[in-house]
């Protein structure tokens, strides 16, 4: 409900696949080792299977197979984690902001989608899809109360819960510092239901982890808001459209696909890469008082 409106279609083209897997080449010939893919939603693209086996096929500048990984919604995902894991994909990210079914299905617009995600997750579990994380963005007063329910849900499935700070980059301009959740409220409020501790993540992971003090279930937590984690930032974003973005918060694009389509070789198509990430944003301005929003809502990103 935050992150769509609900009023608004699709605002920008896809390309061919082929046109993106001529994108990862280039990308991963100058080093990228793990590649996600978003959306909108992945699953509802088709030729994603052939792309996932495809994208496996790569190898890093190591010689070493992708990281390949996939963030969805999970309601296609019972249907489709056994293809996908035997195309090559390494792991997958279900997006769940409530483990109630009511408030699933008001937050989500569809009924009966709970059920739906859940089997999804149990088939990705069961297709050896590993880690399975569940993402989960907390609003003040929309579903913080499901902090522990969620804590209680990361041991009974084994999947890893990551709570993600809310971002100013929904479509309906809802965020305000007082609705965001934040890592130290969350660690206090998940020891009402069984304490957290902190255990060691490496640099460029975006979540801090946590286990149980008794050892079973993880947690993370994603704090771009009260502890943000810029400097140690090593993503770039595509968008469907084909345009480079340096920053979830980037108000200027760059139009990779255009220079794809003008006939630039690979070569040509690798410089202007580098250009790019050369000037990439130093960091976000979340809650500056000259903060710009981003020229494209989070749903438009993909995360
Ligand atoms: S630099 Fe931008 S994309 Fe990277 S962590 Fe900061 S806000 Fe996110």
């Given at each position: 409900m935050y992150c769509r409106s609900?009023?608004?279609?699709?605002q920008f083209p896809e390309m061919p696949i082929a046109d993106y897997l001529r994108m990862a080449r280039i990308f991963v010939g100058l080093g990228v080792t793990k590649i996600r893919l978003t959306g909108?939603?992945?699953?509802?693209?088709?030729g994603l299977v052939e792309m996932v086996r495809e994208l496996a096929l790569m190898r890093t500048v190591d010689g070493t197979p992708l990281d390949i990984a996939l963030t969805t919604n999970?309601?296609?995902?019972?249907?489709?984690a056994r293809p996908l894991a035997d195309a090559g994909l390494s792991r997958v990210t279900v997006s769940m902001d409530a483990v109630d079914r009511e408030r699933f299905a008001r937050i989500?617009?569809?009924?009966?989608g709970y059920e739906q995600v859940l089997a999804g997750v149990r088939t990705a579990q069961r297709t050896g899809l590993d880690p399975v994380k569940i993402n989960c963005v907390l609003l003040r007063g929309f579903n913080d109360d499901q902090i522990t329910a969620f804590g209680r849900f990361a041991r009974d499935e084994g999947v890893v819960v990551r709570f993600i700070e809310f971002m100013?980059?929904?479509?309906?301009?809802?965020?305000?510092?007082?609705i965001v959740v934040t890592l130290d409220e969350i660690v206090w409020r998940m020891a009402e239901f069984m304490p957290l501790q902190e255990v060691a993540h490496a640099h460029s992971e975006t979540a801090r982890r946590y286990v149980f003090e008794d050892g079973i279930g993880e947690i993370g937590i994603i704090a771009?808001?009260?502890?943000?984690f810029c400097g140690h930032c090593s993503r770039v974003r595509v968008t469907s459209d084909g345009k480079i973005r340096?920053?979830?918060?980037?108000v200027r694009e760059h139009d990779l696909a255009a220079l794809m389509d003008s006939g630039a070789g690979d070569e040509e198509l690798a410089d202007f890469i580098r250009d790019v990430v050369d000037d990439k944003e130093a960091r976000h301005h979340i809650g500056e008082p000259g903060f710009v929003p981003a020229s494209r809502t989070m749903v438009h990103i993909g995360g």
């Open positions: 609900g009023n608004d279609g699709p909108g939603e992945p699953l509802l693209r088709k999970g309601h296609l995902l019972a249907g489709m989500t617009r569809v009924p009966n100013p980059l929904e479509e309906d301009r809802v965020w305000s510092p007082q771009p808001v009260s502890h943000p340096t920053c979830l918060f980037s």
